[in-house]
């Protein structure tokens, strides 16, 4: 085991830092960290020796009672770690995607690159940064994770589920307006689309799919839900128009 060359660290902390850096820890449990710091009899208090590597940078908080480690390589004392790995370990589980934004320019709608990382999961709801990441979280039920697949290991939107969400959240793409327009001029599976329409079961939804796609199924399933008996009014679209057929108000 290499011995940390990092002189401003006293002893116990040089030691701690070179068991954590040996055994490729990057990420850590306050609870497994006081675990390894008495089993290699660091130090008779572990919490004061956790104190005082946050005091030398090389602990850094993200998430209660987890720490993320600095490493002796790091000159400028930044955590290297990407917001991909870092919003897997706030979550803690596998239940989200990644879409919206992301999967929006990932499928070519846009050449825009996000600023932040849009996850839809279920259990959080709300606009976080974590070191100099950005994330907006979107909590969903579990039954709306559906139309996920794999890019370098990390679960993204497939392209029709991307449609749907941009869809339902086009405030962050430009406008509905912006979306509708990039929507229409790239290819993508028509029936998929109207499938995945229907199972997400929103009248605002089905209407502006069938207004993209024109599908006689879509204007069966809002006859069946009375839903052509009323105007559905989508505000902020940034476009006007009153759509007879789908009865869609956009203001």
């Known amino acids: 085991m290499e011995k940390t060359k990092d002189l401003s660290l006293t002893p116990n902390q040089g030691r701690l830092q070179s068991i954590l850096e040996y055994k490729k820890i990057n990420v850590i449990k306050r609870v497994d960290l006081i675990s390894l710091i008495s089993k290699f009899k660091i130090s008779k208090n572990p919490k004061y020796l956790i104190k005082s590597m946050f005091q030398k940078k090389r602990l850094v908080f993200f998430k209660r009672g987890n720490y993320l480690v600095v490493p002796v390589s790091s000159v400028d004392k930044t955590v290297r770690i990407d917001n991909l790995e870092l919003n897997e370990r706030f979550l803690e589980s596998d239940e989200y995607y990644i879409g919206l934004y992301n999967a929006f320019n990932l499928h070519g709608f846009t050449e825009q690159i996000p600023t932040k990382l849009f996850v839809f999961n279920i259990k959080y709801s709300a606009d976080k940064k974590i070191l100099h990441y950005n994330f907006k979280y979107f909590k969903v039920k579990k039954d709306k994770l559906f139309g996920?697949?794999?890019?370098?290991?990390?679960?993204?939107?497939?392209?029709?589920?991307?449609?749907?969400?941009?869809?339902?959240?086009?405030?962050?793409?430009?406008?509905?307006?912006?979306?509708?327009?990039?929507?229409?001029?790239?290819?993508?599976?028509?029936?998929?689309?109207?499938?995945?329409?229907?199972?997400?079961?929103?009248?605002?939804?089905?209407?502006?799919?069938?207004?993209?796609?024109?599908?006689?199924?879509?204007?069966?399933?809002?006859?069946?839900?009375?839903?052509?008996?009323?105007?559905?009014?989508?505000?902020?679209?940034?476009?006007?128009?009153?759509?007879?057929?789908?009865?869609?108000?956009?203001?």
């Open 148 to 251: 996920i697949f794999r890019k370098y290991k990390y679960p993204y939107s497939n392209k029709e589920r991307t449609i749907i969400d941009v869809l339902e959240y086009p405030e962050y793409l430009g406008g509905l307006s912006e979306v509708m327009d990039r929507i229409k001029q790239t290819k993508y599976d028509k029936s998929k689309l109207i499938e995945y329409a229907i199972k997400y079961n929103s009248i605002k939804i089905i209407k502006l799919v069938g207004l993209l796609t024109n599908s006689s199924k879509l204007l069966s399933q809002l006859k069946k839900k009375n839903a052509l008996s009323y105007y559905t009014t989508i505000k902020k679209s940034r476009t006007k128009l009153l759509e007879k057929k789908w009865k869609i108000r956009l203001i």
